[in-house]
């Protein structure tokens, strides 16, 4: 009972191992299969690349995630041989021991065939029940024969399935063989794709290492104008921060001249209720003590409510770090907030006061909170910026071609502001988007919806 129960286990075991192994080949092939259509896409933005932008940094961004892709394909190619291998060593293993035990049967079939010659006549088996000393040996002795014949027979079948089983088993190792050999063919080709795009790839580098000097001149220039710019949102934002506080200011005095006024004409009134009354000149002097604590608390609370009214601006859009909307309808990040490397040459790095998003040709900058214009500034070389105030917080559009907006216009959150600037040379079109925090850049990575 004991090795009858460990039988059935192994072979629970062997059927789980290969179920395992069928589902983890269909999730290799479900992913390959995913990569493979990626890489589709990926061909396809290349050629409208070369056919409208033709640009270099796109370029080999783009063939380095093909290359990414070709080799997680080789990667599952060859997890999807091992398991293969693996599927034929079983199987080579279950057929050699279904040979063993096919041959086993046999030898003992012959033993059997061999005692049935000797007893196979009909007189012999008559004479051997008749032999008997009894009925009751008689009995015994035709249920023997009886049961000898079954084994006979079960015998046989046993022999007949193994051999079946033999068969089985070698169909599917051929089968695993044979996929096998498409699978390293498959693999043969995706390794010399890879190849070629490496190639290519290291081909674009050698072309962008040559105008290396160029680049290098062209990224100093954009980070002088890149500090111009921060300069001139510092300027602008201080010059903000310092009117809002003038405006609160003025406001507040206009209410606590207006509320000054309504105090002193009930003051007024006051005096003369007390002129005309018995009261003292100390009931007199209390009353205006009263007065001036009263102009005290309508001070402070004018200038509460100036502070509440930015407070809860500043509060609103501080509340929607994650989740503000993108200031374009469709785009990408291509360029980073702070400094980083060149996307292709490591020795130079790119500074930047945003991030830069890559969009399509004559898409609209879009706010991505509501808020106030605060200034539109243009840029030397023709784009333009549009800085958009939220209580303490600022948004920067920058590298705009038109602007749809003016200076003081209340804006809706995803209203378009402006049309982005297509570079005639490169043929990209880029938005450079920032968020500050008074003077303070902030990075909007952080703040943008993922």
Known sequence: MKYFSLFFVSIFFFVCIQSKAQETKSFLQSQNKKLKNSIVQLNKELKENKKTKNNVIFEYKTLEKKINSRKKIILNINRTVKILDDE????????????????SLIKEYKKVLVKSYKNKSLQNKISFIISSQNLTHAI???????????????????????????ELKNKENEKAKSEQILVLNEQKLESEELQVEIDEQQKLLVSVKAKEVEITAKILKNKIESKKLDKEIQRIIVEEIRIAKKKAEEERKKRLTEEKKRLLEIERNKKEDIQKSTKSKLEKKEALKVYNENIKKIENKIYDQNTKEVDLISSKFEANKGLLSWPVQKGEITGYFGVTNHPILNNITIENSGIDIGTNKGEDARAVFEGEVSAIYSIPGGSKAILIQHGEYFTVYNNLSVVYVKKGDTINLKKSIGKIYTDATSGLTTLNFQIWKGTTKLNPSSWIIK
Do not use: G
């Open 140 to 166: 015994r002795r035709l249920k023997y024969l009886k049961k000898y014949s079954e084994y006979q027979n079960k015998h046989a079948d046993e022999i007949n399935s193994k051999k079946i089983e033999i």
């Open 88 to 103: 034929i060593y079983t199987n080579q293993i279950n057929i050699n021991k279904l040979k063993r035990e096919y041959s």
